[in-house]
């Protein structure tokens, strides 16, 4: 899967389902403090992605994902895996 196909398959479901304007979606956006989600929001988009782009999300493994970039750059090292 190609990167952009990713970032749109994400930013897709950020700006449908978590209610996030798409203008404020880019690489440097921080997911707390700039695009809003908490602990909840992570819970669902853990499920999404994981339904989406098939493949197990270790809590672990999400704590360095800071900003959107990082969340992109995760989701694509797990799908060259």
Do not use: H, W
Not at 7 to 19: D, G, P, Q, R
Not at 50 to 64: C, L, V
């Amino acid at each position: 899967m190609e990167r952009s196909e990713i970032e749109s398959k994400v930013n897709e479901f950020l700006v449908e389902e978590m209610e996030i304007e798409g203008a404020d979606i880019n690489d440097d956006a921080k997911l707390k403090e700039d695009l809003g989600l908490d602990s909840l929001d992570f819970v669902d988009i853990v499920v999404i992605v994981e339904k989406t782009f098939g493949f197990k999300i270790k809590p672990e493994e999400m704590s360095g994902v800071l900003t959107m970039k990082d969340f992109y750059d995760y989701i694509e090292s797990k799908m060259q895996v």
